[in-house]
């Protein structure tokens, strides 16, 4: 079946990269996401790579493809603490298809 | 850009009594939207996939009489706890896409956290 895993907890110091990691297991999920959730509210879309792509880069993020193991990561370059959130990896088959979220990683900036 | 809007924000009710959440896509027509609902420290939960003029499709697990969904137009849809308990309590967000624009994906909504007492 469909699922996502990620850690749940990640800690970095304001200015370092952090990197978030992402397993999934349908491999005929087409699309990968990476959402950021603010305390208390919505999700907003970071930026979403297709399975025939090995990375994807905009500004600070950097995603990263691995189809044959199934592992996507998100990296964010010199971190600040407006990065401080919840970090979800999803994933579709389809771009108007359902969308199955991971657990979240709540990223935590050290001063 | 596209813009969903969750109401309301917050909710607090009583055991046993009815609340509805209305998703909006404010300056897009949407003929499907999803809810969602997320416990706490938990990922989002797929509760069911809404449909515009057309009945909602309910993921495995979910009590279609519990809550109900109407999606009467390309604007709009409700999201109904019927009879609510304690353990309804949670955070229920919706996600909506333009049916014109669809390589943009989906908007979601802020996001309506019922606590019932």
């Known amino acids: 079946g469909e699922d996502v895993e990620q850690s749940l907890f990640l800690s970095v110091r304001e200015g370092d990269s952090s990197v978030i990691n992402c397993t999934y297991t349908?491999?005929?999920?087409?699309?990968l996401y990476w959402y950021k959730q603010e305390p208390g509210a919505g999700l907003q879309l970071l930026t979403y790579?297709?399975?025939?792509?090995d990375m994807k880069q905009d500004q600070r993020l950097t995603v990263l493809l691995n189809k044959k193991d199934k592992h996507l990561s998100l990296r964010i370059a010199d971190t600040q603490t407006g990065d401080s959130a919840i970090y979800f990896c999803?994933?579709?088959?389809?771009?108007?298809?359902?969308?199955?979220f991971g657990k979240g990683t709540r990223l935590h900036i050290l001063p | 850009g596209a813009v969903v809007s969750q109401h309301p924000s917050w909710v607090i009710c009583k055991s046993g009594t009815s609340v509805k959440i209305e998703c909006r896509s404010l300056?897009?027509?949407?003929?499907?939207m999803f809810w969602y609902r997320q416990f706490p420290k938990q990922s989002l939960m797929l509760m069911a996939t809404?449909?515009?003029?057309?009945?909602?499709?309910?993921e495995q697990g979910v009590e279609k009489d519990k809550f109900l969904i109407n999606h009467a137009s390309l604007t709009l849809s409700t999201l109904t706890v019927t009879s609510a308990h304690p353990e309804d309590s949670s955070f229920y967000i919706c996600?909506?896409?333009?049916?014109?624009?669809?390589?943009?994906?989906?908007?979601f909504g802020s996001g309506t956290r019922l606590t019932v007492v």
């Open positions: 809404s449909n515009e003029g057309s009945k909602a499709t309910y």
């Open positions: 996600s909506a896409r333009d049916r014109d624009r669809v390589r943009y994906g989906y908007t």
């Open positions: 999803a994933e579709s088959m389809r771009r108007d298809d359902k969308i199955i």
């Open positions: 790579i297709f399975s025939n792509m």
């Open positions: 300056d897009f027509q949407a003929t499907t």
């Open positions: 349908d491999s005929s999920s087409t699309y």
